[in-house]
């Protein structure tokens, strides 16, 4: 799981977080937990990860692309690139959202994001692990919310 926090968006943002209408930070929570799932899915599509340093994903291995392009392809419409780590779409659609006292914490429900964000042979970063964070056109887009909204 990983937690965004709005005073990590940017250190203009910092300083006023504690002053922010409790009303106007609900708003900024249920705009977030949808924008950064879009944002999320949208940079897994392209092949990329949403994890800032990480670029794009590794590329499938000789045994997987074999499969693809044996029956993968055929009953799923996989394709070897971009490496957009979709198959039945079931593990994407697994990705979760919700607001938290702090900011908002988003998470995968499926086992097989785990093995994706490291504990497979070779890591494809879905969600950043303890000190990483999102890559800075996620945070920006947050940012952007949380600057409407509150009008800074």
Same mark, same amino acid.
């Given at each position: ?10 250190? +203009? ?13 609900? #708003? ?24 800032? %340093?990480? %670029? ?7 045994? +997987? ?11 799923? %419409? ?7 780590? #979709? ?32 504990? %497979? ?8 692990? @303890? ?9 920006? #887009?947050?940012? @952007? ?8």
């Amino acid at each position: 799981m990983a937690t965004i926090k709005p005073n990590e968006l940017s250190k +203009y943002l910092k300083n006023r977080v504690n002053d922010a209408n409790k009303k106007t930070f609900k #708003k900024w929570q249920t705009r977030a937990k949808k924008e950064i799932k879009v944002e999320m899915l949208e940079y897994i599509s392209k092949g990329k990860s949403p994890v800032e %340093g990480e %670029g794009n994903y590794e590329k499938y291995s000789d045994s +997987y692309k074999k499969q693809i392009r044996k029956s993968l392809s055929k009953k799923y %419409g996989k394709k070897i690139r971009p490496v957009n780590l #979709k198959l039945t779409g079931a593990m994407l659609k697994s990705l979760k959202s919700r607001a938290t006292i702090k900011g908002i914490s988003v998470w995968f429900s499926s086992k097989i994001a785990k093995y994706h964000n490291g504990d %497979g042979r070779v890591r494809r970063a879905l969600l950043p692990r @303890d000190n990483e964070r999102f890559n800075r056109p996620i945070r920006n #887009k947050l940012a @952007d919310i949380y600057i409407k909204l509150f009008k800074l």
